[in-house]
């Protein structure tokens, strides 16, 4: 059914200037690993930190895979990761043959795992720990897990698809592990359709990520197209997970809005949080510590227990807002049956069963929220 919504959970904050760039490199005759890539990979490296080195993929899912590789995670280890948080981390950890072990949330109000729910899960298999900053909201533990994992010789990897922007004390989240993992799928905070990002501050790191996401090939088309080189060594195998010019040259103009985008979602969340307060319906990550930047990804609410969820998503389907669930927990997979059970983490049980995720973007008005809220308390009576 083609639903026609008045209030969509996500819009592109796209305008002539993404028609522009991208139309530039169509006529400009150079479609992959060029000047592009080159710009976007060092602006994005201009958002993050000094000395960091970002290395732009196909999308987030295959900076993931390549941060796990790089890390040499492998099979028999285990990676400790979120109960609450997308498919792909679990799946890109299965898919290298180890073994995802669920995390708990701080509490339901603190959506991201906190040092006590790592340090509980550990094992002498922990390889890895992968962090992600839920909604965009940086793990206010992310600096004591950092310290954890150095401590226990463990890597740690952020999956930052929630947090292109956001900083803890100044250092920008994607920077405190020793690779960070972004997302630029279309209903992310930078958008361009499929595509992803890996930073790390570590040379060595950085040039292992740069062989695996290229065939493990020690020179590019573009050094040999350039006459810079004739040939290529492959050092080790690799894959191909290279972004396209096109999105490259999407990616610098969406990331010139990045930064304002966040700011405007922020005072969205604000008025979201000022109309829901007192009311029924909970809002997480009520109780930020100073020094904490977000992101603001998406606008996630916990409804009163014994909600009918369906009911609640219904009255707004009525009125033509669109919500989702962010996310259905992995036990509940047929893939994951078996693997994973709600006991591993009963505060995302919990959650998982009352989330509910509200529209939430740069050019939504407050008028839209107060639409949103207004259905919404009255649908949870
Ligand atoms: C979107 C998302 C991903 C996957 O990103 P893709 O670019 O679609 O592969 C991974 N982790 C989280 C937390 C996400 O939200």
Redesign the pocket.
């Known amino acids: 059914e083609d639903m026609n919504w008045d209030i969509q959970l996500f819009k592109l904050n796209f305008d002539g200037r993404e028609v522009d760039a991208v139309a530039k490199v169509v006529s400009g005759g150079w479609l992959s690993m060029g000047e592009k890539i080159l710009d976007f990979e060092s602006s994005f490296e201009g958002l993050l930190a000094e000395k960091s080195y970002c290395s732009a993929v196909t ?4 900076a ?1 895979h390549l941060a796990l590789l790089a890390l040499d995670v492998t099979k028999g280890d285990e990676v400790i990761i979120p109960a609450l ?2 498919v ?2 679990a799946n890109v950890v299965n898919i290298v043959g180890a073994t995802p072990v669920l995390a708990d949330c701080t509490s339901t109000d603190d959506w991201n795992m906190s040092v006590d729910s790592i340090e509980a899960k550990i094992t002498e298999r922990t390889k890895v720990v992968i962090v ?1 900053h839920y909604a965009g909201y940086p793990c206010k533990d992310i600096g004591k897990i950092a310290g954890l994992c150095k401590e226990r010789g463990i890597g740690l990897i952020e ?1 930052v ?2 947090a292109p922007g956001a900083s803890f004390g100044g250092k920008a989240c994607g920077t405190w592990g020793d690779i960070g993992c972004f ?3 279309s209903n ?1 905070n930078l958008s361009i359709g ?3 990002m890996v930073s790390t501050c570590s040379e060595d790191l950085s040039k292992k990520i740069r062989y695996l996401r290229s065939h493990g090939m020690t020179s590019l088309t573009l050094d040999r197209h350039k006459g810079r080189s004739i040939t290529y060594d492959v050092a080790h195998p690799g894959l191909n997970y290279r972004m396209d010019e096109m999105r490259a040259a999407l990616g610098s103009v969406q990331l010139d809005k990045l930064l304002e985008g966040n700011r405007n979602r922020k005072e969205l969340t604000e008025h979201y949080r000022a109309n829901l307060k007192n009311s029924s319906v909970e809002m997480p990550f009520s109780d930020q510590p100073t020094g904490s930047l977000s992101a603001y990804h998406i606008l996630p609410v916990l409804l009163p227990a014994h909600t009918d969820r369906v009911a609640v998503i219904n009255a707004l389907k009525e009125k033509r807002i669109q919500s989702s669930i962010h996310y259905p927990p992995f036990w509940n997979f047929t893939a994951y049956e078996g693997q994973f059970s709600p006991k591993q983490a009963p505060i995302v049980a919990q959650i998982c069963e009352r989330q509910l995720t509200l529209p939430l973007f740069p050019t939504m008005t407050k008028a839209e929220v107060d639409q949103v809220t207004t259905v919404l308390l009255q649908a949870v009576g």
């Not at 999308?59 to 295959?62: D, E, I, L, R």
């Open positions: 999308n987030c899912t295959a993931l948080t997308f792909a981390d992600v999956d698809a929630h997302s630029f799928f992310k499929e595509g992803g």
